[in-house]
Protein backbone atom coordinates (compact mmCIF):
# COMPACT_ATOMS: atom_id res chain seq x y z
CA UNK A 1 0.00 0.00 0.00
CA UNK A 2 1.29 3.36 -0.61
CA UNK A 3 4.17 1.65 -2.07
CA UNK A 4 5.41 5.12 -3.83
CA UNK A 5 8.40 7.65 -3.31
CA UNK A 6 6.09 10.36 -1.05
CA UNK A 7 7.45 8.93 1.92
CA UNK A 8 9.58 10.57 4.42
CA UNK A 9 12.22 8.62 6.44
CA UNK A 10 12.12 9.13 9.79
CA UNK A 11 16.05 9.41 11.39
CA UNK A 12 18.29 10.14 14.37
CA UNK A 13 16.82 11.19 17.42
CA UNK A 14 12.93 11.57 16.25
CA UNK A 15 13.82 7.75 15.03
CA UNK A 16 14.81 7.28 18.98
CA UNK A 17 11.86 8.45 20.06
CA UNK A 18 9.73 7.08 17.79
CA UNK A 19 10.17 3.86 18.65
CA UNK A 20 10.88 4.39 22.54
CA UNK A 21 7.07 5.54 22.24
CA UNK A 22 5.72 2.44 20.33
CA UNK A 23 8.24 -0.70 21.64
CA UNK A 24 7.20 -3.19 21.88
CA UNK A 25 4.99 -3.13 18.71
CA UNK A 26 1.94 -4.84 19.77
CA UNK A 27 3.43 -6.08 22.84
CA UNK A 28 5.42 -8.55 20.44
CA UNK A 29 7.19 -6.74 18.20
CA UNK A 30 10.39 -5.62 19.13
CA UNK A 31 11.55 -2.44 16.95
CA UNK A 32 15.58 -1.16 17.46
CA UNK A 33 16.66 2.20 15.75
CA UNK A 34 19.38 -0.70 14.13
CA UNK A 35 16.93 -2.36 11.73
CA UNK A 36 13.83 -0.92 12.37
CA UNK A 37 12.66 1.44 9.43
CA UNK A 38 10.38 4.45 9.76
CA UNK A 39 8.78 6.89 6.86
CA UNK A 40 5.75 9.44 7.17
CA UNK A 41 3.80 10.66 4.55
CA UNK A 42 1.09 13.44 4.06
CA UNK A 43 -2.57 11.95 3.21
CA UNK A 44 -5.05 14.72 0.55
CA UNK A 45 -7.70 13.92 3.15
CA UNK A 46 -6.42 14.91 6.35
CA UNK A 47 -4.69 18.17 7.44
CA UNK A 48 -3.29 17.60 10.48
CA UNK A 49 -3.04 13.84 10.14
CA UNK A 50 0.23 12.02 8.68
CA UNK A 51 -0.08 8.09 7.86
CA UNK A 52 3.46 6.40 9.41
CA UNK A 53 4.97 3.47 8.26
CA UNK A 54 7.37 0.91 10.54
CA UNK A 55 8.93 -2.50 8.82
CA UNK A 56 11.92 -4.51 10.32
CA UNK A 57 13.17 -7.41 8.12
CA UNK A 58 13.64 -9.04 11.75
CA UNK A 59 10.13 -9.24 12.40
CA UNK A 60 7.63 -12.45 11.47
CA UNK A 61 6.29 -12.04 9.18
CA UNK A 62 8.81 -10.77 7.12
CA UNK A 63 6.45 -8.75 4.71
CA UNK A 64 4.40 -6.81 7.78
CA UNK A 65 4.24 -3.58 8.05
CA UNK A 66 2.93 -1.48 10.68
CA UNK A 67 0.72 1.56 10.18
CA UNK A 68 -0.62 4.49 12.77
CA UNK A 69 -2.17 7.68 12.25
CA UNK A 70 -0.45 10.80 13.60
CA UNK A 71 -2.58 13.88 15.21
CA UNK A 72 -1.44 16.76 17.64
CA UNK A 73 0.97 14.46 19.29
CA UNK A 74 -1.51 11.13 19.86
CA UNK A 75 -1.13 7.73 17.80
CA UNK A 76 -3.81 5.26 16.26
CA UNK A 77 -2.79 2.02 15.42
CA UNK A 78 -4.51 0.92 11.88
CA UNK A 79 -4.76 -2.50 13.17
CA UNK A 80 -7.38 -3.74 10.67
CA UNK A 81 -10.55 -2.41 12.63
CA UNK A 82 -12.64 0.80 11.40
CA UNK A 83 -12.35 2.37 14.95
CA UNK A 84 -9.26 4.04 14.96
CA UNK A 85 -10.29 5.74 11.30
CA UNK A 86 -13.51 6.54 12.63
CA UNK A 87 -12.02 8.32 15.06
CA UNK A 88 -9.47 10.19 13.52
CA UNK A 89 -12.01 11.01 11.11
CA UNK A 90 -14.37 12.96 13.73
CA UNK A 91 -11.67 14.67 15.13
CA UNK A 92 -9.62 15.66 12.24
CA UNK A 93 -12.08 15.95 11.02
CA UNK A 94 -11.60 14.34 7.53
CA UNK A 95 -12.37 16.20 4.34
CA UNK A 96 -13.42 14.37 1.76
CA UNK A 97 -14.34 15.94 -1.79
CA UNK A 98 -14.45 14.60 -5.73
CA UNK A 99 -10.60 14.96 -6.05
CA UNK A 100 -9.51 12.59 -3.38
CA UNK A 101 -12.67 10.34 -2.56
CA UNK A 102 -10.82 7.90 -4.79
CA UNK A 103 -7.49 8.12 -2.20
CA UNK A 104 -9.67 7.56 0.34
CA UNK A 105 -11.41 4.54 -0.88
CA UNK A 106 -8.18 2.79 -1.57
CA UNK A 107 -6.88 4.00 2.29
CA UNK A 108 -10.25 2.66 3.66
CA UNK A 109 -10.02 -0.37 1.69
CA UNK A 110 -6.83 -1.53 2.92
CA UNK A 111 -6.92 -0.65 6.30
CA UNK A 112 -10.41 -2.11 7.20
CA UNK A 113 -10.39 -5.93 7.28
CA UNK A 114 -12.31 -9.03 6.69
CA UNK A 115 -11.05 -12.82 8.02
CA UNK A 116 -9.43 -12.92 4.57
CA UNK A 117 -7.25 -9.33 4.87
CA UNK A 118 -7.92 -6.50 2.77
CA UNK A 119 -10.18 -5.41 0.76
CA UNK A 120 -7.70 -4.38 -2.35
CA UNK A 121 -8.76 -1.73 -4.61
CA UNK A 122 -7.28 -3.18 -7.91
CA UNK A 123 -6.39 -0.96 -10.55
CA UNK A 124 -3.84 -2.75 -12.33
CA UNK A 125 -1.28 -5.54 -12.58
CA UNK A 126 2.14 -3.65 -11.57
CA UNK A 127 -0.20 -2.64 -8.37
CA UNK A 128 2.56 -3.26 -5.43
CA UNK A 129 -0.08 -5.49 -3.55
CA UNK A 130 -0.77 -7.39 -6.48
CA UNK A 131 1.09 -11.01 -5.90
CA UNK A 132 4.26 -11.00 -8.45
CA UNK A 133 4.60 -14.75 -9.32
CA UNK A 134 1.20 -15.70 -11.30
CA UNK A 135 0.73 -18.27 -13.66
CA UNK A 136 -0.08 -17.11 -17.07
CA UNK A 137 -3.51 -17.95 -16.77
CA UNK A 138 -3.94 -16.03 -14.10
CA UNK A 139 -2.09 -13.02 -15.19
CA UNK A 140 -4.45 -13.22 -17.96
CA UNK A 141 -7.66 -12.80 -15.90
CA UNK A 142 -6.46 -10.28 -13.90
CA UNK A 143 -5.31 -8.09 -16.97
CA UNK A 144 -8.99 -8.45 -18.20
CA UNK A 145 -10.82 -7.40 -15.04
CA UNK A 146 -8.41 -4.69 -13.14
CA UNK A 147 -9.30 -1.07 -13.90
CA UNK A 148 -8.69 2.52 -12.45
CA UNK A 149 -11.71 3.05 -10.05
CA UNK A 150 -13.67 5.67 -10.80
CA UNK A 151 -15.81 8.36 -9.07
CA UNK A 152 -19.49 8.22 -10.41
CA UNK A 153 -20.95 11.48 -8.42
CA UNK A 154 -23.37 12.53 -5.45
CA UNK A 155 -26.03 10.74 -4.78
CA UNK A 156 -28.80 13.11 -3.56
CA UNK A 157 -27.89 12.18 0.34
CA UNK A 158 -24.67 13.81 -0.74
CA UNK A 159 -22.70 10.89 -0.88
CA UNK A 160 -19.84 10.40 -3.12
CA UNK A 161 -20.55 7.61 -5.43
CA UNK A 162 -17.52 5.55 -6.81
CA UNK A 163 -16.90 1.89 -8.95
CA UNK A 164 -14.35 -0.47 -8.34
CA UNK A 165 -12.51 -3.78 -8.50
CA UNK A 166 -12.28 -5.43 -5.34
CA UNK A 167 -9.44 -8.50 -4.95
CA UNK A 168 -10.64 -9.71 -1.72
CA UNK A 169 -9.16 -13.21 -0.21
CA UNK A 170 -8.82 -15.29 -3.87
CA UNK A 171 -11.80 -13.54 -5.27
CA UNK A 172 -12.03 -10.28 -7.52
CA UNK A 173 -15.67 -8.42 -7.63
CA UNK A 174 -17.26 -5.48 -9.30
CA UNK A 175 -18.38 -3.51 -6.36
CA UNK A 176 -20.16 -0.10 -5.97
CA UNK A 177 -19.30 2.01 -3.08
CA UNK A 178 -20.74 4.93 -1.50
CA UNK A 179 -18.69 7.68 0.28
CA UNK A 180 -20.08 9.90 3.28
CA UNK A 181 -18.71 13.14 3.74
CA UNK A 182 -17.69 11.89 7.43
CA UNK A 183 -15.76 8.84 6.25
CA UNK A 184 -17.62 5.88 6.66
CA UNK A 185 -18.14 3.83 3.38
CA UNK A 186 -20.87 1.27 2.31
CA UNK A 187 -20.64 -1.59 -0.33
CA UNK A 188 -23.84 -1.24 -2.17
CA UNK A 189 -23.09 -4.14 -4.03
CA UNK A 190 -20.60 -6.35 -5.14
CA UNK A 191 -20.87 -9.43 -8.46
CA UNK A 192 -17.95 -11.68 -8.37
CA UNK A 193 -15.65 -11.94 -11.57
CA UNK A 194 -13.12 -14.39 -10.86
CA UNK A 195 -13.10 -16.86 -7.55
CA UNK A 196 -10.85 -19.68 -6.43
CA UNK A 197 -7.22 -17.75 -7.62
CA UNK A 198 -4.29 -19.15 -6.39
CA UNK A 199 -2.90 -16.42 -5.52
CA UNK A 200 -4.12 -13.82 -2.91
CA UNK A 201 -3.23 -10.28 -1.25
CA UNK A 202 -0.21 -11.02 1.34
CA UNK A 203 0.05 -7.28 2.78
CA UNK A 204 -0.48 -8.32 7.04
CA UNK A 205 -0.55 -4.89 9.09
CA UNK A 206 -0.95 -7.18 12.36
Same mark, same amino acid.
Given at each position: ??D???W? /??TG????????? *???V????? &???A??? +? &??????????V???R???? &???????? @? =??????G???????????????????P?? *?????V @???????????? #??????L???S?????I /????? /????A??????R /???Y?????? #?????DG +??? =??????L?N???????? @??M??D????????V???????
Amino acid at each position: MYDDNNWN /PVTGEELAGFLEQ *INPVDGRLK &ASTATTQ +V &AWRALPFYDQVVLIRVRDA &AWTPRNIN @I =YYLTMQGNLYRLNGTSPPIHEVNAQAPVK *ITEDNV @IEYLRFFCFFVR #GEEGPFLIAESIDDPDI /PKNMD /PQTRAVMEGVLR /PATYEGQNEK #GEFLCDG +VVF =YANALFLANFSVQPGGM @IEMLNDEPVAGDLPVRVEAPVA
